[in-house]
């Protein structure tokens, strides 16, 4: 069975792609610096596979180390060699994804997320290993009079870490340029991730301030802030509030098993993908679909809006289904049951 390195494989997406790979038999191969995670994240992939007789210490490989260190990304390359488990392909989700801390502190996104990523493909291609599945953003895009997104849609980001993303979906496409004969590359445009396993023994790291609203809802909901507030009920929408494309994060680990399959398949490739549901909801619906299904009540203001923010951001998933046939399954219910069954653990 294939060995498949995971960077950023104990955060959030990360760890549900781990689970996902690991229940169909891979071998898979965490890198994480731990800089927005934790080793407590091993603990639950075991508890989890424990659940159903799939635990094989064997088949986890964890290296604590920065994508930015040269000299970690071949030790491990080298190591899992020695050991006979050779990195056979890359999902890349390693990196940081705060919108705003991006405007404030530009070169550590560019260093982690850009300058990350080349030292990646350097090391990946000094080991003859030339598969890579990328975590991109919805972030990209930048023409919001015409939805939803396409993948064609204009590429125009309105900030640092859409245009980090931005730059390495670039990089991908010219390495694949210059050889596309031996290069098999992808990038997954994600929109909006929430939600967790249902076990709840793995989800969403919402230690700190979070940036995303529906970590925040979670922290309302678990008495850790008292109020939510929602930017902006004046915006050209419905109910005044921002629509949004949410997606179940173990419907997205799915996506990156089933793509990388794809990728595997083909002598070369060069692969751009929305994932998202493609029908939005706005911050309201999300609210009251919480409250409803999980028996809470969320303590919610408005204040302005805030920079950046768009009114409607959703998915055109024609090109996804067509080519892998592939859908999301879990409602928006299932989102905020299974969301806030992880959240109340971390209390
Ligand atoms: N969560 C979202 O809403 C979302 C949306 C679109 C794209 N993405 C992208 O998906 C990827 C995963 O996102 P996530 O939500 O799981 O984030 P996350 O922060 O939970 O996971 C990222 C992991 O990468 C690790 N990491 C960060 N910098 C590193 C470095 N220099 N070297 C090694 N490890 C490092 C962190 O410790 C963390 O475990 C990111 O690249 C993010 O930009 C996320």
Redesign the pocket.
């Known amino acids: 069975m294939k060995n498949i390195l995971i960077?950023?494989?104990?955060?959030?997406?990360?760890?549900h792609t781990c689970i996902s790979l690991l229940e169909d038999g891979y071998d898979i191969t965490i890198?994480?610096?731990?800089?927005?995670?934790s080793k407590k994240?091993l603990e639950g992939l075991r508890d989890i596979l424990e659940l159903t007789n799939n635990f094989d210490e064997n088949k986890i490989h964890f290296y604590e180390?920065?994508?930015?260190n040269t000299s970690f990304l071949q030790d491990v390359f080298l190591d899992s060699k020695k050991k006979k488990k050779t990195i056979d392909c890359v999902i890349?989700?390693?990196?940081?994804?705060a919108v705003r801390e991006s405007k404030s502190n530009p070169l550590l996104y560019w260093d982690?997320?850009v300058k990350?990523s080349i030292n990646l493909l350097n090391i990946m291609q000094e080991n003859d290993c030339r598969t890579i599945l990328f975590?991109?953003?919805?972030?990209v895009y930048g023409d919001i009079e015409n939805l939803p997104f396409k993948e064609s849609s204009l590429i125009n980001p309105s900030n640092t870490?859409g245009y980090t993303?931005a730059a390495v979906e670039n990089i991908l496409k010219n390495i694949f340029d210059a050889d596309s004969s031996k290069w098999r590359v992808g990038s997954l445009?994600?929109?909006?991730?929430?939600g967790s396993h249902p076990s709840g023994l793995i989800g969403?790291?919402s230690r700190g301030k979070p940036e995303?609203i529906f970590p925040y809802i979670c922290q309302v909901a678990s008495g850790i802030k008292d109020k939510l507030y929602i930017f902006g009920n004046d915006w050209p929408t419905f109910d005044g509030t921002c629509y949004r494309d949410y997606i179940h994060v173990v419907d997205l680990a799915e996506v990156h098993k089933i793509t990388l399959k794809y990728l595997l398949e083909r002598d070369s490739a060069n692969l751009t993908l929305n994932v998202g549901k493609g029908k939005p909801f706005s911050v309201l619906e999300l609210i009251k679909t919480f409250e409803r299904v999980n028996n809470i009540k969320i303590n919610y203001e408005f204040s302005s809006r805030r920079d950046g923010d768009i009114a409607i951001s959703f998915a055109d998933t024609s090109k996804i289904y067509n080519l892998l046939k592939w859908k999301p399954l879990k409602s928006l219910e299932d989102m905020c049951k299974d969301g806030w069954n992880w959240q109340k653990t971390c209390v």
């Open positions: 960077t950023g494989g104990t955060g959030f997406i990360g760890s890198i994480d610096s731990l800089i927005n995670s994240v180390g920065d994508i930015r890349h989700f390693a990196g940081l994804k982690v997320n990350g975590s991109s953003s919805a972030t870490y993303k445009r994600y929109f909006n991730p929430i969403e790291n995303n």
